[in-house]
C-alpha cells in the first residue's frame, strides 16, 4: 500500500497562487494514478483533479479547469497541484489520493489510499 504526504497548504489572499505537493512513499507510485480533492467545512468531499499511472493525460472538475494544473514526477514519487488565481470559495483541506488503475477516477470511492489532508485558506 503506498502511503501519500501533503505540503503547501496555507494562507492566500484572493487572486493569488499555492503550490501543494504529495509525496508517496511505500509501493510502486508509477502504478498508481493520482488524483486531488478537497473538503470544505460542511460539505462533502468533492474531486479536483487527476492525473494517470503514466501517459500523463489529465483531467479537471468544471470549477477549477483553466486555473489548476496536476502534475506528476514518476522518479521522485510525488505528484504536484498548481493553483492558481485562488479564491474564497477554493478554501478547503486538500487530499491526494492514489488509485491503483491507469486513470484517475471522479469518486473518492475509486481511490484506496489518501493523505492527511493540507489546509487551504484563501482571503478575500
Known sequence: QVQLVESG???VQAGGSLRLS????GRTFSSYA???FR????KEREFVAGIS???GSTDYSDS?????TISRDNPKNTVYLQ???LNPEDTAVYYCAARASLFPGRDAGEYGAWGQGTQVTVAS
Not at 504529495?22 to 512513499?25: G, R
Not at 473538503?39 to 460542511?42: L, R
Open 39 to 42: 473538503q470544505a467545512p460542511g
Open 9 to 11: 497548504g496555507g494562507l
Open 53 to 55: 499511472r503514466s501517459i
Open 83 to 85: 493553483m492558481n488565481s
Open 64 to 68: 477549477v479547469k483553466g486555473r489548476f
Open 22 to 25: 504529495c509525496a508517496a512513499s
Open 34 to 36: 493520482m488524483g486531488w
